[in-house]
């Protein structure tokens, strides 16, 4: 399995981003997947994940601003990120569970 991840970039407190990750190999469309981020110096920290059936959990502190989703057809599942503040500055990484990541996509946020 292969995740190709992308969308990151440099955004303004306040905006907007859309990360995808498209997986590719022997993979599953309805496996699985979510999203990580590792801001430096920090540990990897859940973001939360989309289930086969679109189902989704996604971590309470950031629940309403940030999204999941997935497009089957084309194994990519995205991270949309609404009202980006400062602290969300990171690298993001998506996850094909169990056990494989991405390269990870680096977001910054700027005041």
């Known amino acids: 399995v292969q995740l190709q991840a992308s969308g990151g970039g440099l955004v303004q407190t306040g905006g907007s981003l859309r990360l995808s990750c498209v997986a590719s190999?022997?993979?599953?469309?309805?496996?699985?997947m979510g999203w990580y981020r590792q801001a430096a110096g920090e540990e990897r920290e859940w973001l939360g994940y989309?289930?086969?059936?679109?189902?989704?959990n996604i971590e309470a502190s950031i629940k309403g601003r940030f999204t999941i989703s997935r497009d089957k057809a084309s194994n990519t599942v995205y991270l949309q990120m609404n009202d980006l503040k400062l602290e969300d500055t990171a690298t993001y990484y998506c996850?094909?569970?169990?056990?494989?990541w991405g390269q990870g996509t680096l977001v910054t946020v700027s005041s």
């Open positions: 996850h094909y569970y169990p056990a494989f």
């Open positions: 989309i289930l086969g059936d679109g189902h989704t």
């Open positions: 190999g022997s993979v599953r469309s309805d496996n699985t």
